[in-house]
T-cell receptor
């Protein structure tokens, strides 16, 4: 059973601070990693993907991947109230015959306090 | 504006009804997906269509019947559902076959009475 673990939160940060969201995964064969943002009552939206060790930056978002530690994180700089949402970590392993493995974590709820 | 469109946005049906959820993507993607999401839970994969052929069925009950009329359209036919099937049903597409970069529609919120 492939597992993706996230702290469910809620994670509360003040406006302007850095929010740090963490995710660990169990399958060492995992190759692709994704962060989705989901506002309450809405559908998930892809915000970051990362495939190799290190950091990947996109605006205020930075994804960090450490395959040796089986750890992926998302940093949100200068957090805004509009960043308040649930963040889903998703991990993809190579498909076997007839299989498709994109495993979602349970999500971390982020609350940015004005 | 989303490029994956789902209709209807809300649906209420009785346990004896037959209804359909519809999804259309205008992104030229090769794979399309149906997910089910209950409150405070992550999305659960139901079906994957790859090049218009059903490639993944995650042991979904037969009261859910998917259909892919062409590369842009995906339907989910519903029949004899149970109240526990009430959920948000999400359609998604991806450029890569069986990819991880999924583009979701806004979802169809289903209530079964």
């Amino acid at each position: 059973q492939k597992e993706v673990e996230q702290n469910s939160g809620p994670l509360s940060v003040p406006e302007g601070a850095i929010a740090s969201l963490n995710c660990t995964y169990s399958d060492r064969g995992s190759q692709s990693f994704f962060w989705y943002r989901q506002y309450s009552g809405k559908s998930p939206e892809l915000i970051m993907s990362i495939y190799s060790n290190g950091d990947k930056e996109d605006g205020r978002f930075t994804a960090q991947l450490n395959k040796a530690s089986q750890y992926v994180s998302l940093l949100i700089r200068d957090s805004q109230p509009s960043d308040s949402a649930t963040y889903l970590c998703a991990v993809k392993t190579p498909p076997g015959a007839g299989s498709y493995q994109l495993t979602f974590g349970k999500g971390t709820k982020l609350s940015v306090i004005p | 504006d989303t490029e994956v469109t789902q209709t209807p946005k809300h649906l209420v049906m009785g346990m004896t009804n037959k209804k359909s959820l519809k999804c259309e993507q205008h992104m030229g993607h090769r794979a399309m997906y149906w997910y089910k999401q209950k409150a405070k839970k992550p999305p659960e994969l139901m079906f994957v269509y790859s090049y218009e052929k059903l490639s993944i069925n995650e042991s979904v009950p037969s009261r859910f019947s998917p259909e892919c009329p062409n590369s842009s359209l995906l339907n989910l036919h519903l029949h004899a559902l149970q109240p526990e099937d009430s959920a948000l049903y999400l359609c998604a597409s991806s450029q890569e076959n069986l990819g991880g970069e999924l583009f979701f529609g806004e979802g169809s919120r289903l209530t079964v009475l």
